[in-house]
């Protein structure tokens, strides 16, 4: 029992298979007729997350529809992660929907409206590779995890649910009767690009509370949808369990032009802004003819060829919801500039000469999306940063903000300060990371007020006000980690730019939930892991000659501390291709 316990904690998979009646099976061994594949590793106790990845496999023929495809994907997801899901909703709930743990009603209404608005769009359009996937994605991935949680044993929930659980970042939580005082996620995003143009790289550090912010995983999924100009679309991102797409959204995207085959490789991220309360909460009296913004953004990652087409996708049939910043940068085209010049001077000329398109700015705020091409601010400063708030002046009216407010965050002047400074992915990971709140004057001693916020340390004086809430997980890459789609990451709260901070222990929050959330201390480990759609698939199926010896030696009764032993051992051994440890070059 033991054994079989323990080497199932480590990995499961799914597979998926359909036949020519359009039914389907599945399976947690090999099916001669997938044409899905799941995967899980759990690595809470290591580095705080769990892995999954999911694929659409290449002989899975064209008949398999796009919207087919985004159903079994969803199954597998929900299936595979079923208990992680019940514990996530159990968090959210507690943490957002107050002592009922009910949804409002406003909230459900926009739900069934927004997925029944999908699907009639989709039978009316189904030739539009736009409303194919936003009804694969928002639709039939969702209905799918709906199907595959209940599959797996645990009490069935409605559909709605799985569709509010991914739009929590566009839903207001003002009228709950929440305990919680900080319900919005937030956090902060920045690009940098090297003195000698040779690289760029991306940090992203995601503000969420704590009492949901925890459950995480690292999703990298290979879609391979095919009604889109696009092909052999893999992404991967940092998520939770049951959540469609990222929350404050970061995802590492590559793919492939349909016709000419020629590689699209994107980064993506966005920060949300601050909204009016009472007209965020008139949103919600949407009359569903409109995608929200995180259907939108997950969609153009599948959809788009560079960052152009991406903020093309992404303004249609835009929801009077869905306030942020996406930028979105183009590896593709920094490669470009590599093969056709050698030298900072070179890059340079070429870049701007032939009007190189690197970085792409999308300013959303309901009806108003500004679309700017922020390749030659990046040149000019050298980094463009993403806070929450509008850089451009026009989208601050439309919030009241002013640029004093923006020049008010503590953040905006350290990254300004320090982001000059950054030469390589290390670099880049300690800026996503940096609280040095009690030496940094930027934050005037407040470690609410930092890159990597922790609210969880402020000292409830001096209208300062305690919160579980703060940074949840750093993400990085540059154009080294474009090549086999991946980043580097780091999960749970920071320790601090001297690595001197506390952690954070549930032990002193005995209020805040933490279903299937470990009760130690957190960061589980404050270093960068690197995640990806790698070999390591391939690794945890194979079911190798240390199962039989575990066997003898239990049968043999030679004690739990040899399994033990073993298994610790092994569990090291058996993932190659993720190295603990700071980031280096790259």
Wanted: with cysteine; aromatic share 12%.
């Amino acid at each position: 029992m033991l054994l079989v316990f323990v080497l199932g904690s480590l990995a499961r998979e799914l597979f998926i298979g359909t036949s020519a009646d359009g039914t389907f099976t599945f399976s947690e061994t090999p099916l001669p007729n997938a044409v899905v594949r799941g995967h899980v590793v759990d690595d809470r106790q290591k580095t705080g997350a769990q892995r999954l990845y999911l694929s659409v496999l290449s002989d899975a023929g064209v008949s398999l529809t796009d919207p087919a495809r985004g159903y079994y994907l969803g199954f597998a997801e929900g299936y595979l992660l079923a208990a992680s899901i019940a514990d996530h909703f159990a968090n959210v709930a507690a943490t957002l929907l107050g002592s009922d743990g009910q949804w409002l009603e406003r909230h459900r209404i926009f739900a069934q409206e927004s997925m029944h608005q999908l699907e009639k769009n989709y039978h009316a359009f189904q030739t539009d590779p736009f409303w194919v996937t936003v009804y694969a994605l928002g639709h039939r991935y969702v209905t799918g995890l709906a199907d595959g949680y209940a599959a797996a044993g645990f009490p069935r929930r409605e559909v709605l649910e799985f569709y509010l659980l991914a739009s929590l970042r566009e839903l207001d939580f003002s009228a709950y009767e929440t305990t919680a005082i900080e319900t919005a996620i937030r956090g902060t995003g920045c690009f940098r690009i090297t003195d000698d143009l040779s690289d760029v790289l991306g940090g992203h550090t995601t503000w969420m509370s704590y009492g949901y912010g925890f459950d995480r995983v690292l999703k990298a999924i290979n879609y391979n949808f095919r009604e889109a100009s696009t092909r052999e679309q893999l992404v991967v991102f940092s998520s939770q369990p049951g959540v469609v797409g990222s929350s404050d959204s970061f995802y590492v995207t590559s793919s492939t032009t349909a016709t000419a085959r020629k590689r699209v490789e994107l980064v993506v991220l966005d920060t949300l802004y601050p909204r009016d309360k009472e007209a965020e909460f008139s949103d919600l009296g949407y009359n569903g003819t409109g995608v929200p913004a995180w259907l939108r953004g997950l969609a153009s990652n599948l959809l788009a060829i560079d960052g152009t087409s991406w903020a093309e996708h992404f303004r249609r049939n835009r929801a009077e919801m869905g306030y942020g910043n996406w930028l979105v940068m183009d590896y593709a085209r920094l490669r470009e500039v590599q093969a056709f010049a050698g030298s900072r001077d070179s890059r340079y000329s070429y870049i701007t000469e032939n009007e190189i398109r690197l970085l792409t700015s999308v300013e959303a705020i309901r009806e108003h999306i500004l679309v700017l091409d922020a390749t030659p601010m990046l040149l000019t400063n050298g980094l463009y940063v993403s806070i929450n708030t509008p850089l451009n002046n026009v989208t601050r009216a439309y919030l009241n903000l002013t640029s004093e407010m923006l020049d008010a965050d503590p953040r905006y002047g350290i990254l300004l300060r320090d982001g000059m400074k950054v030469r390589d992915s290390k670099d880049m990971f300690d800026l996503m990371r940096h609280n040095d709140y009690l030496h940094d004057v930027e934050a005037n001693n407040d470690p609410a007020r930092e890159v990597a916020a922790r609210y969880d340390l402020r000292p409830n004086e001096d209208g300062m006000i305690s919160e579980p809430y703060g940074a949840v997980d750093t993400k990085v890459v540059s154009l080294a980690r474009m090549d086999d789609t991946s980043l580097w990451m780091a999960v749970g709260p920071t320790l601090g730019t001297r690595n001197s901070l506390p952690r954070f222990k549930y032990a002193d929050w005995e209020d805040v939930p933490h279903h299937g959330i470990s009760t130690g201390a957190w960061p589980i480990s404050p270093d960068a892991f690197l995640f990806g759609y790698d070999s390591i698939v391939e690794s945890h199926v194979r079911i190798g000659p240390e199962v039989v010896i575990f066997s003898l030696i239990f049968a043999l009764g030679l004690g739990g501390v040899v399994v033990w032993v073993v298994l610790i051992y092994l569990r090291s051994k058996r993932q190659p291709s993720i190295p603990l440890g700071r980031p280096r070059k790259g």
